[in-house]
């Protein structure tokens, strides 16, 4: 299985900020994804980042206020963009792993607006 | 749209009991079903898998039989352990998009000596 590592493992930002989360996988792996998992809830796909192209959003996120680089095959990024209290969450990455639709994830990144 | 829907929780328990996390989906063609396990201060790691109709899925003692005529995933689990306490979430594989997963709500676990 990957080793998936995520900076900053928490943070308590002021809002109309921006934070920076980073993912870093111990191997080579072409598709990349981000989860966003709200106090309480489940977690909801982001945007898939594959290495070269442009990432893709699901509905309900856009690329403004979620901007994604993949600049290789073992890092990621996912920006939060003009913080509120609203995006108040758990940030996860995860990678394609082993045998159909496997998902290695990482630590995730507790992110507190206030 | 796919969605998962899993049994509300808190769930709590006595160590050895026998356990039961309900799941039901609902898909659009033979999506895998997953349980994902997020134990206290841990990211989330794939419990057990099943990717056609009657496969079952095991591991660390849990067991989940793909169900197709009643759309089921449960998670069952003969004696839990205090190590058990955790989330547990259902989910599955969304075939419109690649590699795209569906979760559930989460239900969280605690197991009492």
């Known amino acids: 299985s990957a080793v998936i590592s995520q900076k900053p493992s928490r943070d308590i930002c002021q809002r109309g900020t921006s934070l920076t989360i980073q993912c870093q996988v111990d191997s080579q792996v072409t598709m990349m994804f981000w989860y966003r998992q709200q106090p309480g809830q489940s977690l909801t796909l982001i945007a898939t980042a594959n290495q070269g192209s442009e990432a893709t959003y699901e509905s309900g996120f856009v690329i403004d206020k979620f901007p994604i680089s993949r600049p290789n095959l073992t890092f990621s990024t996912l920006t939060v963009s003009n913080m509120s209290p609203e995006d108040s969450s758990i940030y996860l990455c995860?990678?394609?792993?082993?045998?159909?639709?496997?998902?290695?994830f990482g630590p995730g990144t507790r992110l507190t607006v206030l | 749209g796919n969605s998962v829907t899993q049994m509300e929780g808190p769930v709590t328990l006595s160590e050895e009991a026998f356990l039961t996390i309900n799941c039901t989906y609902t898909a659009t063609g033979y999506p895998s079903l997953f349980w994902y396990v997020q134990y206290p201060g841990e990211g989330l790691q794939l419990l057990l898998k099943?990717?056609?109709?009657?496969d079952k899925g095991s591991n660390k003692g849990f067991e989940a039989t793909y169900r197709k005529e009643t759309t089921s995933f449960h998670l069952e689990k003969g004696s839990v352990q205090v190590s058990d306490s955790a989330v547990y979430f259902c989910a599955l594989s969304d075939l419109q998009g690649a590699q795209k997963l569906v979760f559930g709500q989460g239900t969280r676990l605690t197991i009492n000596p």
């Open positions: 995860s990678v394609e792993g082993q045998g159909p639709d496997t998902q290695y």
């Open positions: 099943a990717t056609k109709a009657d």
